[in-house]
């Protein structure tokens, strides 16, 4: 079983449409969960920043975390043909210096 | 210039030549790593640097070697690369390592390509 696992996609949706991508990962010591967004010819840049369980918020993006199911969701509302990109979730834990990245779901939205 | 640079952004090179990548951070961070992307696959750690020690070589081949002469600067050096080398390199930095709470700040990556 992979450590983290995460649908590749493509998710294609209408423009203004609500999205969600998801995460499961199997290790119960991750307490820090990121999600990260990746361009075509760019570098991963840091969306979202979560601390054990519960939901965070930033503008039109929620960050969701469940620790009893080991699942993570990002939620995009009004979603824009600017959101299309790699989503890709990451995670970690105190004294553990390594992050653990999912493959990423590629996200389409089109106009 | 602000966040982490990486140079060449595109990198040509047949299996016997020798080449260097580069990065640099501005953000004041003190540790570095140096990731590799293919295709459907999850980022894969090559190297952790914090405080220019090394602290992590995750069995990566001796074809890649590392070197980081300050916490600003990460380096990586290229000789006999095989075909299945040929992958996107990504630099990354953080405030410091050993603790899951510092998120890692990447640049956007050396493209390389092995002939």
């Known amino acids: 079983q992979k450590e983290v696992e995460q649908d590749p996609g493509p998710l294609s949706v209408p423009e203004g449409a609500i999205v969600s991508l998801n995460c499961t990962y199997s290790n119960s010591a991750f307490q820090y969960f990121m999600w990260y967004r990746q361009y075509s010819r760019k570098g991963p840049e840091l969306l979202m920043y979560?601390?054990?369980?519960g939901n965070k918020e930033d503008g039109r993006f929620t960050a969701q975390v469940d620790k009893s199911s080991k699942y993570i969701s990002l939620f995009i509302r009004d979603s824009q043909p600017s959101d299309s990109a790699t989503y890709l979730c990451a995670m970690g834990s105190t004294g553990f210096q390594k992050l653990v990245f999912g493959t990423g779901t590629r996200l389409l939205v089109s106009p | 210039e602000t966040g982490v640079t990486q140079t060449p952004r595109h990198l040509v090179m047949g299996m016997t030549n020798k080449k260097s990548l580069k990065c640099e951070q501005h953000?004041?961070?003190?540790?570095m790593y140096w990731y590799k992307q293919s295709a459907k696959k999850p980022l894969e750690l090559m190297f952790v640097y914090n405080f220019k020690e090394q602290t992590e070589n995750n069995s990566v081949p001796s074809r890649f070697s590392p070197e980081c002469p300050n916490s600003s600067h990460l380096f990586l050096h290229l000789h006999t690369l095989q075909p299945e080398d040929s992958a996107l390199y990504l630099c990354?930095?953080?405030?410091?390592?050993?603790?899951?709470?510092?998120?890692?700040?990447f640049g956007d990556g050396t493209r390389l390509s092995i002939l």
């Open positions: 979560t601390y054990s369980s």
């Open positions: 953000l004041g961070h003190n540790a």
């Open positions: 990354a930095s953080s405030r410091t390592t050993g603790q899951g709470n510092q998120p890692q700040h």
